[in-house]
């Protein structure tokens, strides 16, 4: 089991990322405009580079529901391996068989 002060951390960075992603998109997109003068693009990455760091979606990371695993995530499950397994051995995924031979 992770330790909780991470996972809140990590749920706390993805609040931020929905929070500023509008704001992040619309100087991303003034920052990459050619057509705009220099000084106005230049302005709008000094903008970008204020708002915090975790409101970046690089920071966020994948984390197994179940314990908080930082390693070995299946993100279409969002489950890490091992409590993937526990749970296939428990026969809680439907179709999935421990395999054996």
């Known amino acids: 089991m992770a330790k909780k002060s991470a996972v809140e951390r990590d ?3 993805r609040r931020l990322v929905v ?3 509008d704001r992040r998109e619309e100087l991303k997109s003034i920052s990459k405009n050619e057509d705009l003068p220099q ?3 230049f ?3 000094l903008k ?3 708002l915090p760091r975790n ?3 690089t920071r966020v990371r994948n984390r197994c529901e179940l ?4 390693r ?3 993100r279409k499950l969002k489950l890490s391996r091992i409590g993937l397994r526990d749970m296939a051995s428990n026969g809680m995924i439907p179709g999935m068989v421990k395999s054996s031979w």
């Open 11 to 13: 749920l706390k960075r």
């Open 19 to 21: 929070k500023f992603a």
């Open 39 to 41: 000084e106005e693009r």
């Open 43 to 45: 302005a709008a990455r």
């Open 48 to 50: 970008l580079a204020s």
């Open 55 to 57: 409101s970046s979606p």
């Open 67 to 70: 314990t908080g695993r930082p």
């Open 72 to 74: 070995g995530v299946y």
